[in-house]
């Protein structure tokens, strides 16, 4: 259980690019960071219009000389600095993400970056290698792979509860852009520009976070070729799509879908993962994260709580509060943040000691291919195509 007790040495000296007042996700990494005193935020280069980025860093006690104009200047004036920045999170518009990661590597800076790392596969191998040659963690934030009862799953499936695995049925499907929300919202609208947002709008967005779910909870798995067709409903998207659908099929012969939406009208967030085995099934949903449901052919359903003593100590060790009292999203992303600052510490300082997993830069690199070829399969006609 997490209590609160010193998990590293020092606190790691983290500074952030974006997520200034206004940001969507800003708040969230701030607290998930500095919940466990694992980070200490020094620096920001927090807004594109700098005297309001500096602005908003004093109001949450970053001193005013550490509030930067933009990440370049925070990233050559830190590096001089005897008590600078030690790692950076990435917290910016998905454009910028690449160059943002590529500049703090060569600064030699630990990376928390928002997904997608970047636009193109062969960008995040590339950005895969400066990381190995730097000797630098790049940290992605898919936040829901905190939850407790996904390591109960992973833990589940490796001790065979539910026999060979079969299927894999995957979604993230909300309706709150049923209609064009964005020609209002400027945080909506950046969006569903290609320059700004890639050549996918819910295949990235959304689809890749039960993605990596499944990564996480069947790292046995590996796609061998999939099928996707997307659409623009709303047609202003064009051609970015705001609903998919993936077919897949895994090396071991099992198949999996993913529904990627936003136009799913009437759905508040709609992400589930539901593993389907020759023995019995688990079905995870992020509206009721806090439950595991677990089927086991010829038996009533058992519903699985966060904080239980049947759990597996896996799971266990992401505990805060005990059982019965909910855990949400904040304390998933705080569980991430402290595998992160784990991960950082055994390269400071040399050692192997934690050995815990979290979404890095190969899960950064899957998700970019991940779409890479689903833009490839849906512009060619919805084709199955090689996964490569």
């Not at 209609?179 to 689809?207: C, F, H």
């Not at 590996?222 to 993936?246: G, H, W």
């Not at 855990?327 to 300082?349: C, K, P, Q, V």
Request: aromatic share 10%; glycine share 10%; hydrophobic share 35%.
């Amino acid at each position: 259980m997490i209590n609160g007790e010193k998990n590293i040495d020092e606190p790691i000296r983290w500074g952030m690019v974006g997520g200034g007042r206004g940001s969507q996700i800003g708040y969230i990494h701030r607290s998930s960071a500095l919940r466990d005193n694992n980070f200490k935020l020094v620096a920001g280069a927090f807004d594109i219009n700098a005297e309001r980025g500096k602005e908003f860093g004093v109001n949450i006690h970053v001193a005013e000389e550490r509030c930067y104009p933009d990440y370049k200047t925070m990233f050559e004036k830190e590096e001089k600095l005897e008590d600078g920045i030690q790692a950076v999170s990435i917290a910016t518009p998905n454009g910028t993400h690449y160059e943002i990661c590529k500049a703090a590597l060569h600064a030699n800076l630990h990376v928390v970056c928002e997904k997608p790392l970047c636009f193109t596969t062969e960008e995040a191998k590339e950005l895969e290698v400066l990381a190995k040659v730097k000797n630098r963690v790049v940290g992605i934030t898919y936040g829901y792979s905190g939850h407790q009862m996904i390591e109960q799953g992973r833990q589940m499936i490796a001790n065979g509860e539910l026999g060979e695995i079969r299927i894999v049925n995957m979604q993230f499907a909300h309706g709150f852009h049923s209609e064009a929300v964005e020609l209002d919202n400027p945080s909506t609208k950046w969006r569903v520009d290609p320059k700004i947002v890639g050549p996918s709008y819910v295949l990235g967005d959304l689809g890749t976070h039960p993605l990596y779910l499944s990564e996480v909870m069947l790292p046995h798995l590996n796609i061998k070729r999939l099928m996707c067709s997307r659409q623009s409903f709303v047609k202003s998207r064009a051609p970015l799509e705001d609903n998919a659908y993936t077919l897949m099929e895994y090396d071991n012969g099992a198949v999996g879908s993913v529904w990627s939406s936003a136009v799913n009208a009437g759905s508040m967030h709609g992400q589930k993962i539901r593993v389907i085995g020759s023995k019995a099934s688990i079905e995870w949903w992020d509206e009721q994260p806090n439950q595991l449901r677990f089927e086991i052919q010829g038996k009533p359903v058992q519903i699985l709580e966060r904080g239980m003593d049947y759990l597996y100590p896996e799971a266990l060790t992401d505990d805060r509060i005990g059982g019965g009292h909910p855990e949400g999203l904040f304390e998933a992303w705080s569980n991430l943040y402290t595998r992160f600052s784990f991960a950082m510490e055994d390269i400071n300082h040399g050692s192997n000691l934690n050995n815990v997993w979290y979404p890095g830069i190969k899960a950064g690199v899957e998700g970019v291919r991940w779409v890479e070829n689903c833009v490839r399969s849906a512009d060619n006609g919805a084709v199955w195509v090689e996964y490569k």
